[in-house]
């Protein structure tokens, strides 16, 4: 069984930065590619960033490119966003899942697991 467990969300003003964080529980998450998905109020759930398995690879919504990073670390099984320039636009709940492949993916539907979220909110 995979358990995700996202963590540091918070409040921060515009312009500033938030890391998120995201711990998963179970074998092999050396093979699984990592997502960040946020929701925002009365939105659909929408793709930030994916990293491969290795962490070599990465893609990014266009709303977020040059301005949030997503790493890996597969000794802690763990995987972070950080996010810097922050805008109001960026408030939502954000989501870690884990899929049980290696490659990028940008569809949620590609996968398997997923934590809680964390909550972001980007307000003066």
């Known amino acids: 069984q995979v358990h995700v467990e996202e963590s540091g969300g918070g409040l921060v003003h515009p312009g500033g930065s938030l890391r998120v964080s995201c711990k998963v529980y179970?074998?092999?998450?050396?093979?699984?590619?990592m997502g960040w998905f946020r929701q925002a109020p009365g939105k659909d759930r929408e793709f930030v960033a994916t990293i491969s398995y290795s962490g070599e690879d990465t893609e990014y919504a266009d709303s977020v490119k040059g301005r949030f990073t997503i790493t890996r670390d597969n000794v802690k099984n763990t995987v972070s966003l950080q996010m810097n320039s922050l805008k109001p636009e960026d408030t939502a709940v954000y989501y870690c899942a884990a899929r049980a492949a290696p490659l990028i993916r940008t569809s949620e539907a590609d996968y398997d697991y997923w934590g809680q979220g964390t909550q972001v909110h980007v307000s003066s």
């Open positions: 179970g074998r092999a998450f050396g093979s699984y590619c």
